[in-house]
């Protein structure tokens, strides 16, 4: 099979992997050896018609794979065509792309080939020829295969900047039921064990990196009925647990060659966007995953964001002043960005705050105005009017099909 | 009016010379005209800076100097006069940076930021194409910069693509790296550029290969990529057709949902389970590890099962796996158990002779952020863990049992116990001899270290008395 061939195969079932970071590690750069590549920034080299970021070369090492998990095209029991690129071919396409600056590094995962350590085997050859053959100083991120020994998760570590293992479905009953081979102890052990490393990595100075920017991980949405809040609850247990840098959501995509058990739908991306923001409230804002979903109610609501959500169903804690209220609070005002509150927060010192202010920070106004007070500005009546959430929510856009 | 001319666009360090004088002079912004090269005065207006003014020596806030250098790359001509009315406001308004609203200073960031925006851009898009310059490979690169960044950009290439030879051209000045020097000569045109490259075939391929029909997002595509890059990506022909294709192929996927499965999938050969060779206490440890009789297991990483000899005359029981325990799948490993075994060595007992379990055998937490916090186990947790507890003893049969802690404590005799009132010494429990002392991150917890040293004494005390069971 031409390398052509085998690149559109394997590059086509990576596709379905939501992660493409290739931020949080060590800086680097070539100026002082015969090496190529800098990790400074992390850079998207280029975006696909689906609004992604291409940032690294993302390929699975072979399509094969032994296990049948419902959700996965390249499961054993799919009719999908198969290819296996050899070490040498991988490592040729990442450092061909890079000097031509189509990417920041490589992304590489593999379908399990006759046992995971012997899958593993493979994949961190990759990044040891790239590193050590090659002088690659650019950015890998290696997928691990679940229960590989954990000498070869040590290795892996010395050559990738992040390692991840997916956890695919956000409980263990629709793991057992979509993936039946995998084990998600499993998995949790590999999560732990690589935490572990990290930590220990990070204390000793003088320790070589052990995956410098971290673990991640991704939870497949909407291909069993679990709820928003069952996702929110494993992404917290997950952060706190291993400390993950990031849990990716991937709105389930029929695929070709799908399962009869799987929904035949579009994908839920609005579902997807809306889990994506909440993870960034309990990252960034200080919520609890408990307080994200409404009481009572499993899933994020669809036609607004989950602060906006949050804040009309708690109108008795507002209106804040935007002239007084500490940080953790503003950061809780629909509207208001980490950068916009440090900016308020820089230019209160100064001056009183305004509302014409505000619009010079790019605030929503209309988001924001019934939940605050500033120097010229009280929302008045307009907290506590009824129909405040059909003003608030936006109108349904029109779904893009042209250019 | 004063005409300042500047030797080029990115000319900082003339226009910050310039600037000292004219505050040195004391004039006014608008009193100010700035123009860049060109020896003749088009618009025959103003005169230049008298030769005796003056630099005035001030210091300015801390961030000005960069923000103003960086919004200089800005190919906006008005830039040199609205810094300088920056500056000149700044000297009267010491807090002025820090109100992002003020018109001037939004201004000057927002060219900062369209600079910025520029600089990762071309970091993004600048695509090599590869030729034969006598003999040796050579990188070249055309693109179109918005603003007048290659020179403050060039940098990073070079330190990304030390070990190659590339030029990078635009219309205005061009970079050259050969490997040991970083030089800059005048602009070009898109035709001195390479027009193709052997990789860019498979780049193609690849890029639309990774494209998900099924998740069109345009307007997301284009606010990251806008479409005045588009011309010289390679990639950028494929964007119309990928998408005028989308709909029919995410379609045919939903209609073609479910196909029949590949009769001879390939699988893997699962390990027979050893599990059943095994003696009675490896074949428990197996069974605890697929435990769900409490819902403990399922937040938890794994299982911590006992661990030690079979036979061991002393098993020590604490309360629940913590953090580091739920991570290595061991007892006592954590600063709890450090302290443990610290604490072991001054009763003079040898750890590797005992039996170390826990009465709760998953770790209790609640997530906050990327913490976990312990929590203790409720009596029905405890009361499910203890059908393990139990068939341990059992298979184990220590001839004592040494409890750390109350919920510890409550496991092995089944009922409250307080630590304090029966604590340091033997007692006899079903056939067998029972001891009672602390948990050693009871220890931990104490902040003033004199009741630690104290506490510590006695913990090790009560330890003591299991020697005389190792022994013998
Ligand atoms: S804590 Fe004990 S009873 Fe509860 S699940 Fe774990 S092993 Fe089973």
Redesign the pocket.
């Known amino acids: 099979m031409d390398l052509r061939r085998k690149l559109s195969i394997l590059a086509d079932a990576a596709k379905y992997d939501a992660s493409c970071a290739s931020s949080g590690t060590t800086r680097r750069d070539s100026l002082s050896g015969r090496g190529i590549g800098s990790t400074e920034g992390a850079i998207c080299h280029s975006y696909a018609p689906d609004g992604r970021c291409i940032s690294l070369l993302k390929i699975l090492l072979t399509n094969a794979c032994a296990f049948d998990c419902l959700y996965c095209v390249n499961r054993s029991s799919s009719n999908v065509p198969r290819a296996r690129f050899t070490v040498a071919e991988v490592v040729d396409l990442t450092l061909d792309f890079y000097r031509r600056n189509y990417i920041e590094g490589l992304f590489l995962s593999s379908g399990i080939i006759r046992s995971p350590d012997y899958t593993m085997e493979q994949v961190v050859a990759v990044a040891r020829t790239l590193r050590t053959e090659h002088a690659f100083r650019g950015y890998i991120h290696l997928k691990t295969i679940p229960d590989a020994s954990p000498e070869l998760l040590a290795e892996a570590g010395l050559y990738a900047d992040r390692l991840s293992i997916n956890i695919e479905l956000p409980s263990e009953t629709s793991l057992k039921t979509l993936a039946p081979e995998k084990d998600v102890r499993a998995i949790r052990r590999s999560m732990g064990r690589m935490r572990a490393r990290i930590e220990e990595a990070q204390a000793e100075k003088r320790a070589p990196a052990f995956a410098p920017a971290g673990q991640s991980t991704q939870m497949i949405v909407g291909a069993d009925g679990m709820d928003d809040r069952t996702i929110l609850a494993t992404s917290a247990n997950l952060y706190g647990a291993y400390r993950l840098k990031r849990v990716y959501y991937s709105a389930f995509s029929p695929i070709p060659d799908a399962s009869r058990l799987l929904p035949p739908e579009p994908p839920p991306l609005v579902r997807e966007h809306r889990l994506y923001q909440a993870d960034w409230l309990m990252r960034f804002y200080g919520f609890e995953p408990k307080e994200i979903v409404a009481e009572g109610e499993g899933n994020l609501a669809l036609h607004m964001d989950p602060k906006l959500a949050w804040a009309l169903r708690n109108r008795a804690r507002f209106p804040l002043d935007v002239n007084r209220a500490e940080k953790g609070e503003l950061l809780r005002v629909p509207g208001f960005g980490r950068t916009a509150v440090e900016r308020i927060i820089a230019a209160r010192r100064v001056r009183a705050v305004r509302l014409e202010d505000l619009t010079r920070l790019k605030v929503p106004l209309a988001k924001a105005m019934p939940f605050i007070v500033c120097a010229d500005h009280r929302p008045g009546a307009l907290l506590d009017r009824t129909d405040l959430e059909v003003r608030l929510a936006p109108k349904p856009r029109q779904l893009e099909l042209a250019l | 009016m004063i005409h300042v001319r500047l030797e080029c666009e990115t000319d900082f360090a003339g226009w910050r010379q310039a600037a000292r004088r004219l505050i040195g002079g004391g004039i006014a912004p608008r009193d100010v005209m700035w123009s860049v090269g060109g020896a003749a005065d088009l618009f025959g207006a103003g005169a230049p800076l008298p030769d005796d003014t003056p630099a005035a020596q001030f210091t300015v806030p801390r961030g000005f100097l960069r923000l103003a250098e960086t919004a200089f790359l800005h190919r906006d001509r008005e830039r040199f006069g609205l810094l300088y009315r920056l500056l000149a406001r700044l000297r009267a308004e010491p807090g002025l940076l820090s109100i992002a609203m003020d018109s001037d200073v939004a201004r000057v960031e927002g060219m900062a930021k369209s600079v910025r925006r520029d600089i990762h851009k071309m970091r993004a898009f600048v695509r090599f194409r590869q030729v034969e310059v006598a003999g040796a490979e050579w990188f070249v690169a055309w693109f179109e910069p918005e603003h007048h960044i290659l020179e403050a950009n060039a940098p990073f290439f070079q330190r990304r693509f030390a070990g190659m030879k590339w030029s990078i051209l635009t219309p205005e000045a061009s970079a050259h790296w050969d490997g040991e020097t970083l030089t800059f000569g005048p602009g070009g045109t898109r035709a001195e550029a390479p027009a193709d490259d052997a990789m860019e075939t498979l780049w193609r391929d690849y890029y639309a290969s990774i494209f998900n029909p099924a998740r069109l997002k345009i307007s997301a595509m284009k606010s990251e990529m806008p479409v005045k890059y588009w011309r010289n990506l390679p990639e950028a022909a494929l964007i119309a057709p990928l998408i005028a294709d989308a709909e029919r192929r995410a379609g045919e996927m939903i209609a073609h949902a479910a196909t029949p499965a590949n009769p001879r999938p390939h699988r893997l050969e699962k390990a027979a389970l050893d599990a059943e060779q095994a003696d009675g206490l490896e074949a428990l440890r197996a069974q ?1 590890l697929g ?7 399922a937040p ?1 990483t794994q ?1 911590v099962f006992g661990e030690g000899p079979t036979d061991a005359p002393v098993m020590f029981v604490g309360e ?1 796996p913590g953090d580091q325990e739920d991570l290595d799948g061991r007892p006592f490993v954590g600063p709890a158990g450090r302290l443990f075994d610290q604490a072991l060595q001054d009763a003079g007992l040898e750890r590797a002779r005992a039996y170390v379990t826990n009465a ?3 770790f ?1 937490f609640e997530p906050r952020g990327k913490r976990r916090l312990h929590q203790s ?1 409720n009596p029905v ?1 405890i009361r ?5 507890l139990a068939r341990e003893i059992a298979l184990v049969r220590p001839r004592l049992v040494v409890a750390l802690g109350a919920s510890a404590a409550q496991a092995v005799s089944g009922r409250a116990v307080r630590v304090g009132e029966s604590r340091g010494r033997i007692m006899p429990l079903e056939g067998r001899d029972a001891l009672v002392s602390v948990h050693p991150s009871y220890l931990l917890r104490l902040p003033d270290a004199e009741a630690r040293a104290r506490e510590y004494d006695r913990f090790v005390a009560d330890l003591r008395l299991a020697a005389p069971y190792l022994a013998g």
């Open positions: 605890a435990c769900r009789a409490c819902p403990l297991w938890a299982t629940q709760v055998k998953h209790k186990p947790e499910a863990c203890n059908t393990w």
